[in-house]
């Protein structure tokens, strides 16, 4: 499952930061879904595709997806999974489901740890911290992009505090951070 979903996000996206960004959210969904004791498979490739019509149809984000993975064979569930990352901004699918709350609050989230990590002196998750992350999140012109009330809105959703949510955000990251090159 994971391989197909890798090639169809490489197809979609030459640029290696989407893919990246791609890789690193998987992580993330994949922690999310061991410590819940659902399929990390299945939320790992969610994760890896909520971007899938990113670089080609920027205009037409959570759009085009629809249309892509129904053409690769993905199922209506799956879809909504992945749309709704884009909840408020660019779609109508509102996260539901825990996953779809996971996804909808780690994605921003994961470009402001991303951020973060590289301006380290070891470009590197390994020895990120909490407070770090936090300080930076409360700094609006650090990651200017990232929008920090989507990533509160899904805290708020998800019932959990910013703190927590970091903490696991940066430890799925961890488990996984060769391939995502932090």
């Known amino acids: 499952m994971r391989e197909k979903a890798l090639a169809l996000l490489r197809e ?20 999310y879904a061991k410590e819940a004791g659902e399929d990390p498979e299945y939320w790992g490739c969610v994760g890896l595709l909520h971007d899938v019509d990113y670089e080609k149809y920027p205009e037409e984000h959570c759009k085009k997806a629809v249309e892509i993975l129904e053409g690769a064979g993905y199922d209506e569930g799956f879809i909504h999974a992945v749309i709704s990352h884009g909840y408020g901004l660019v779609s109508d699918a509102e996260p539901e489901l825990y996953m779809e709350k996971v996804l909808y609050t780690i994605d921003e989230l994961s470009g402001l740890i991303n951020a973060t990590a590289i301006m380290r002196p070891s470009k590197s998750v390994m020895d990120l911290e909490v407070k770090s992350v936090k300080k930076k999140f409360k700094d609006k012109k650090f990651a200017a992009g990232v929008d920090r009330g989507i990533i509160l809105d899904g805290c708020e959703r998800l019932g959990q505090d910013i703190d927590k949510v970091i903490e696991k955000c940066i430890m799925g990251m961890r488990e996984n951070h060769d391939e995502i090159g932090l």
Request: net charge negative; proline share 0%; no cysteine.
């Open 12 to 31: 979609y996206n030459e640029s290696e930061a989407l893919v990246k960004h791609g890789l690193q959210v998987e992580a993330i969904m994949r922690h």
